[in-house]
């Protein structure tokens, strides 16, 4: 990687910043709020994968920081019940 | 004890990943579970009240959106001082590392710009739930801004001596880490949850 | 890469207290775990006469009230764990012997381990501070449970609290970075021909250990901090007129409690898989099985939390999903258990201390670990759940882990520490003394929870259906004295052995691990040539050789 590619990502993570301020103005969708996320998503992989090398970085790295992800995620899910939408609690709670 | 025998290059099995590099990914690991368990509390939080839209609407968007590329801006930086230390060039490096702070305190300063404003529009971090998450979020972000900060400004004096030149590439990863968290906070706190 | 320093002398500072030597370090953690060890028995040793002799005034401490016990009982729980189990079985064996174990010289990151050090004493400071503070210590159980622990007022703790918060997040950061430095050192210093597979199983329970340390504490670091604003600055992200929810700390606090048991489990294991062959004389029977069995429980361990939740409301439907996955997770350390019986199964074993409180270790765990089972059932927790039979339960899963795993590790490599070895009569009584007593204190609390006794009350003569057996708590609190006390015959003999015990050589218990390798003690850099590893490191009672084993360092002789 040189120069040149930082350079070319940086002008795509701007463009990326101006698609998901436009998808904010554009309306409050639910597609909306999924391609203002894809977004996200996209110019965090930019940066992990160019800038900071993962791309070029030995699988178990990749695996390592998937598996913390994997625990949020699995966090999330299984509070989603509990915490969103509280079944089998007080109503109102 | 002979130091020769065993401070040779072969004395271990050859290493996998470069040690300070690896030692970063596993600060990062560890980083990553304590900033996405803060952003798993708000998401559950934010999906049970729908009516936080309301007060989400007051977050400052434009500022928003300016620290978000004054961020990137400084990822740019931070990695094009990486390529230059890469290449042996320790004045270019040092160069693009000064820019770095600079952006990075830009960042701090319109941060704190938008903090005086909204407590002095009452929206302080106990007006509601939506604004402690705000302050709580953002607040550690700028924490890890500090932290970054200060790394970039230690490894930059080495730099200038020419010493620990791969050190540039450590403090580059934590710091596009950093940048990485806000790349998901703008839309959670600033445009998301518009809708 | 580190470069030792030899050759100029390092003054007493830098050796003994500022120092970068893993083994200092690892020293330094597990010397400050003993001496909160002394605290938290105290405070077991206080509370327990409170509840044997209600309301009379305890000798060497005075009136127990309310308050104070419920910040005793609080203070003793978190000191066990976060300042005795996890400094000694994590960072402190693990600091010193996964460098010997894979043949490196230090750990990859020194200063980084130092840090980890002294921000860990700074922790222990804010804890023992807590006491004295206006208000006393943190009195609203080591779980930290909010509403009741999301403002002062509704405890009538003021600095406690939050200091008791401080003094945790400090303790967190402190075991990560050490974690870090094992698990670098794991991956980039293991010595020629160290390969992962032949890596002795304590260090692989050692990185085990410090990665479900790592990616189960983040969340709850986070909520600690939510939990602290709502403390500090009256936020509402636990109190349910503010909009929070206190089940989301659960969530947060069970997340990681769970698997935190594991990592205290894992390193007390990883001591065994070295004790154990090396007292039997024989491999380890299932090598790999155990690494696989370690895997499956880490990755299982994620999905079980809610398990300490099956009264608190939390959706029906997925308290059956925990309940299963609760009782899958027994499955791999039955298999580890098994191991260990195949390993023992006609072996000649030798009755050292060390393998005595092994052995003590593997029986006591499988009743806490039997026990489990009950209270993984949803339908037998609703009733069992806050009783003493839960307190029964989980001291017979940590109390083994953290002492007889604690002990069976120290009379095992104390000769290699300190280069003498401790003094097995006294040994024996120790041993004696601590399987007997742990059992008489712990017993009766199993049928006390059954008989309907709640956990954390101050009182039990209050409750009348309680008062017929009264006569259990009195003969638990002898127990405990008797426990304690039988403990002045181990710390005798630790400082007694250090000065005056049989000198020890290098290899005193013919074992086969990098660590034997080095002088006793081992000087700064460990080793005097690189070593280079030709072998698994369980090759006992080799056939072929007089000896009847085979270090891993030892060239292969050349064939005839
Ligand atoms: C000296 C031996 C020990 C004795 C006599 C003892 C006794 C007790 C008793 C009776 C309780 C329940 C008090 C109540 O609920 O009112 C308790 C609580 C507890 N103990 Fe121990 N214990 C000992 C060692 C340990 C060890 C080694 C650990 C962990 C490594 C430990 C961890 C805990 C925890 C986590 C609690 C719960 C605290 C709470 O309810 O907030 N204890 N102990
Ligand atoms: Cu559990």
């Known amino acids: 990687m040189n120069r040149g590619t930082y350079i070319k990502i940086y002008f795509v993570l701007l463009a990326m910043v101006g698609v998901s301020v436009l998808l904010g103005l554009a309306g409050h969708t639910r597609i909306a709020v999924a391609g203002i996320f894809a977004t996200a998503l996209f110019k965090a992989s930019l940066v992990l994968g160019y800038y900071m090398h993962l791309k070029a970085e030995k699988n178990w790295v990749k695996w390592m920081l998937g598996s913390g992800v994997a625990c949020l ?8 019940p509990d915490i969103v939408y509280v079944y089998g609690r007080i109503a109102g709670n | 004890m002979s130091t020769a025998a065993t401070a040779t290059l072969d004395r271990y099995e050859s290493p996998s990943v470069a040690t300070g590099r690896m030692g970063m990914w596993w600060v990062l690991a560890s980083e990553i579970v304590i900033f996405g368990g ?69 960042f701090l300063c319109f941060k704190a710009y938008e903090y005086s404003h909204e407590v002095a529009a009452g929206f302080t971090p106990v007006k509601n739930l939506f604004w402690s998450f705000y302050y709580f979020l953002t607040g550690l972000h700028a924490l890890h801004i500090v932290a970054g900060l200060i790394a970039i400004a230690t490894v930059m004096r080495g730099v200038g001596r020419r010493e620990n030149m791969q050190r540039v590439e450590y403090v580059g990863i934590y710091w596009h880490f950093v940048d990485v968290v806000w790349i998901f906070l703008f839309p959670l706190l600033y445009l998301a949850p518009k809708f | 890469m580190y470069h030792m320093q030899t050759g100029h002398a390092v003054g007493f500072w830098r050796k003994y207290v500022f120092s970068t030597d893993h083994k200092v370090i690892g020293l330094q953690y597990m010397i400050t775990g003993l001496f909160m060890a002394i605290l938290g028995g ?22 127990v009230g309310p308050d104070v016990y419920n910040a005793m009982v609080t203070m003793h729980g978190t000191i066990m764990l976060f300042w005795v189990a996890q400094p000694i079985l994590v960072s402190g064996f693990g600091n010193y012997l996964v460098p010997l174990q894979l043949g490196a010289e230090d750990m990859c990151f020194p200063r980084l381990n130092m840090l980890s050090y002294w921000t860990f004493l700074v922790s222990t400071v804010l804890l023992v501070a807590s006491f004295f503070v206006p208000g006393g210590a943190m009195g609203g159980g080591w779980t930290g449970y909010p509403p009741l622990n999301a403002r002062m007022d509704y405890t009538g703790v003021d600095w406690g609290g939050t200091l008791w918060i401080l003094a945790l997040a400090l303790e967190f950061a402190a075991a990560l970075m050490s974690g870090i430095n094992v698990l670098s050192t794991t991956l980039n ?30 969340p709850l670091i986070a909520g600690a901090l939510m939990l602290l604003a709502d403390r500090t600055l009256q936020t509402g992200f636990f109190i349910p007129a503010q909009g929070g929810d206190p089940l989301l700390w659960q969530h947060l606090f069970w997340f990681f409690g769970h698997p935190e048991v594991y990592v205290l489990l894992l390193p007390a294991l990883g001591i065994l898989t070295e004790v ?7 491999p380890i029977f299932g090598y790999r099985m155990i690494v696989y069995s370690v895997v499956a429980a880490g990755v299982l361990s994620f999905i079980v939390w809610a398990h300490h939740q099956f009264v608190s409301g939390i959706n029906p439907q997925l308290a059956v999903a925990f309940s299963l996955t609760t009782i899958m997770i027994s499955v791999p350390f039955a298999v580890i258990i098994f191991s260990f019986l195949a390993t023992l199964w006609r072996a000649s074993i030798e009755y050292k201390v060390a393998m005595l409180f092994a052995l003590g270790m593997l029986a006591e765990f499988l009743i806490g670990g039997v026990t489990g089972i009950h209270l993984a059932s949803t339908s037998t927790d609703i009733y069992l759940h806050d009783t003493y039979f839960v307190v029964a339960h989980f001291h017979y899963t940590m109390f083994p882990v953290t002492f007889f795993g604690m002990f069976a590790g120290i009379y095992y490599w104390f000769p290699k520490m300190f280069g003498r070895k401790m ?17 008489v204190i712990f017993i009766p609390l199993f049928a006390f929870g059954l008989a309907g ?38 710390v005798f ?37 690189a070593p280079v590893v030709y072998r698994w490191p369980y090759e006992y009672s080799a056939p072929d050789r007089e000896e009847d084993y085979r270090p891993q360092w030892l060239a292969p002789e050349a064939k005839p």
């Open chain 3, 189 to 218: 210093m293991r010595t020629k021909g160290m390969t992962l597979f032949r890596m002795p199983l304590f260090v692989w329970m050692q990185n085990a250990a410090n990665l479900i340390f790592m990616f189960s504490v983040g």
């Open chain 1, 73 to 80: 995620v699995i966090l999330f899910v299984g509070l989603v």
């Open chain 2, 38 to 106: 803060a952003v798993v509390c708000y998401l559950l939080y934010r999906w049970h009240h729908p009516e936080w839209a309301e007060s989400a609407v007051h977050t400052n968007e434009l500022i928003g959106v300016i620290n978000t590329v004054v961020l990137l801006t400084s990822s740019l930086t931070i990695v094009l001082a990486h390529d230059a230390a890469h290449h042996g060039d320790a004045a270019r490096a040092k160069r693009l590392m000064g820019f770095t702070i600079l952006l990075g305190l830009a």
């Open chain 3, 493 to 529: 003999n630790f400082f007694w052995s250090m000065k005056k015990g049989r000198k020890a050589e290098r290899n005193p218990w013919k074992s086969n691990t990098l660590e034997w390798d080095t002088p006793s003690p081992p000087g700064h850099g460990n080793f005097e040539a």
């Open chain 3, 276 to 282: 154990i062959p090396t007292f039997a004389r024989k």
């Open chain 3, 453 to 490: 006794h709640q956990r954390r009350i101050y009182d039990p003569s209050l409750w009348e259906n309680l008062v017929p057996y009264q006569h259990l708590h009195v003969i638990a609190t002898a127990a405990t004295i008797v426990l304690l006390l039988g403990q002045i015959p181990f």
């Open chain 3, 423 to 439: 003094n097995e009569g006294l040994g024996w009584i120790h041993f004696l003394v601590t399987f007997v007593a742990f059992n």
């Open chain 3, 42 to 63: 105290f405070l077991a040793y206080a509370f327990r006469m409170q509840l044997a002799y209600p309301n009379e005034a305890v000798p060497l401490f005075g009136q």
